[in-house]
Nanobody, 120 residues
Framework: QVRLVESGGGLVQAGGSLRLSCAAS????????MAWYRQAPEKERELVAR???????DYADSVKGRFTVSGDIATKMLGLQMNSLKPEDTAVYYC??????????????WGQGTQVTVSS
């Protein structure tokens, strides 16, 4: 079982910055990936940024150069620094964790979501 608690988010003007944080707790160490997803109204949930246990990161093309994911699996802390925000970044942002149990059982966990609203 993995629990994810998010903080941050809010309302900001276009061009502004916000920071999101996520703290994970797990009954048994199993997290292999942590990530941020977002879902805008009437749109599908999409990956924003991801960090693996190796430390490697991935970003959606739409946020490259503006967003920076931080943290690591060992500390079970995840951050997302969002700069140069645009109205199209408005969405509910979710913290995500992938739990991998040997040999190949995978379980997905989600935070409760935090609203980010960017006004034009």
């Amino acid at each position: 079982q993995v629990r994810l608690v998010e903080s941050g988010g809010g309302l900001v003007q276009a061009g502004g910055s916000l920071r999101l944080s996520c703290a994970a707790s797990e009954d048994t160490p199993c997290i292999s990936v942590m990530a941020w997803y977002r879902q805008a109204p009437e749109k599908e949930r999409e990956l924003v940024a991801r960090i693996r246990s190796t430390g490697s990161t991935d970003y959606a093309d739409s946020v490259k150069g503006r967003f920076t994911v931080s943290g690591d699996i060992a500390t079970k802390m995840l951050g997302l620094q969002m700069n140069s925000l645009k109205p199209e970044d408005t969405a509910v942002y979710y913290c995500y964790a992938l739990c991998t149990i040997w040999p190949d059982h995978e379980y997905s966990y989600w935070g409760q979501g935090t609203q980010v609203t960017v006004s034009s």
